[in-house]
């Protein structure tokens, strides 16, 4: 089992609508969650950060953890084309002397005009 | 724009050849992580530097090497370059003091023919 699971895509969703992306982890132990937004050929730029159990909203984007259930999702409503990127679900873990990211293999979002 | 930069931003190299990726880290940030990406795949940890020192390391042989600098800055090296090695290289940068946020740079293109 990957520590960190996203479904590849590609995800279409129309101009406007809320777009959903999804992620969960297997690492009981991870205590801080990311969601980067890459566009192709471009390196990963934070989205949000999330690190208790909830919502978290900033502009658009709403960030959801649920730590039993070991789950964190995406929501971005109002849709735009702009946001036709590769998303990708990012965890840390405390302990130990790195902090290090483990990441998804990312979730590919198309926005259609 | 992060204020991380890496150089160079594209690189050919043939197989056996050694080579060096170097990144500067956003200002008031010391601690240096690098990550590879390989096409189609999420970003994986290689390691960390803090304090021009390794604090943590990946699943990456010894041939992945790295250093930091005074002022923050690090290197990547690599050498007997195989095949494999070809994916986009990122450094990301941090602050121990803060949010434990991870800003990356736009990343090396490596090619190994």
């Known amino acids: 089992q990957k520590e960190v699971e996203q479904n590849s895509g590609p995800l279409s969703v129309p101009e406007g609508a809320i777009a959903s992306l999804n992620c969960t982890y297997s690492?009981?132990?991870?205590?801080?969650f990311f969601w980067y937004r890459q566009y192709s050929g471009k390196s990963p730029e934070l989205i949000m950060s999330?690190?208790?159990?909830g919502d978290k909203e900033d502009g658009r984007f709403t960030a959801q953890l649920n730590k039993a259930s070991q789950y964190v999702s995406l929501l971005i409503r109002d849709s735009q084309p702009s946001d036709s990127a590769t998303y990708l679900c990012?965890?840390?873990?405390?302990?130990?002397?790195?902090?290090?990211?483990?990441f998804g293999s990312g979730t590919q979002l198309t926005v259609l005009p | 724009e992060t204020g991380v930069t890496q150089s160079p931003t594209h690189l050919i190299k043939t197989r056996g050849q050694q080579v060096t990726l170097r990144c500067s880290s956003q200002?008031?940030?010391?601690?240096v992580s690098w990550y590879q990406q390989a096409l189609g795949q999420g970003p994986q940890f290689i390691f960390q530097?803090?304090?021009?020192?390794?604090?943590g390391r990946g699943n990456f042989p010894p041939r992945f090497s790295g250093l930091q600098f005074p002022n923050y800055s690090s290197e990547l090296n690599v050498n007997a370059l195989e095949l494999d090695d070809s994916a986009l290289y990122l450094c990301?940068?941090?602050?121990?003091?803060?949010?434990?946020?991870?800003?990356f740079g736009p990343g090396t293109r490596l090619l190994v023919l």
């Open positions: 530097y803090y304090r021009e020192e390794e604090n």
């Open positions: 990012a965890l840390e873990r405390l302990g130990g002397s790195a902090r290090q990211l483990t």
């Open positions: 200002s008031g940030h010391n601690t």
């Open positions: 990301a940068s941090s602050s121990s003091r803060g949010p434990e946020t991870q800003y």
């Open positions: 999330i690190y208790s159990n």
């Open positions: 690492d009981r132990g991870s205590q801080s």
